[in-house]
């Protein structure tokens, strides 16, 4: 991906690009602080890190590389699952 940045919008241009951006430290310290302001809960059912896999989900990619924390939701991976089967693998991102 090289995120487009247009004015305050950043959009998804492809799948590999966005998977690196998911690799980099920028996302890592996101993810991190996310998980933290949650005490690494998921958000729907309650789910604790250490007794399943937490994932934290994009709302909106409008801000990719800057997001604020009301942009992502923590889920567990089965919450995470139905979110994306519910909206689709980009939840109706570009």
Same mark, same amino acid.
């Given at each position: 991906? %090289?995120?487009?940045k247009?004015?305050? %919008?950043?959009?998804?241009?492809? /799948?590999?690009s966005?998977?690196?951006?998911?690799?980099?430290? %920028?996302?890592?310290? %996101? /993810?991190?602080?996310?998980?933290?302001?949650?005490?690494? !809960? !998921?958000?729907? !059912?309650?789910?604790?890190?250490?007794?399943?896999?937490?994932?934290?989900?994009?709302?909106?990619?409008?801000?990719?590389?800057?997001?604020?924390?009301?942009?992502?939701?923590?889920?567990?991976?089965? !919450?995470?699952?139905?979110?994306?089967?519910?909206?689709?693998?980009?939840?109706?991102?570009?």
């Open positions: 991906m %090289t995120p487009k247009g004015g305050s %919008t950043t959009t998804i241009s492809d /799948k590999a966005y998977a690196a951006y998911l690799r980099s430290e %920028t996302w890592q310290a %996101t /993810k991190r602080r996310k998980l933290s302001s949650v005490d690494w !809960c !998921c958000e729907n !059912c309650g789910a604790e890190w250490g007794m399943t896999a937490l994932d934290v989900h994009h709302l909106t990619y409008e801000r990719l590389g800057r997001e604020k924390d009301e942009d992502l939701r923590v889920l567990c991976r089965a !919450c995470h699952g139905d979110e994306h089967r519910q909206m689709g693998p980009f939840g109706g991102a570009p």
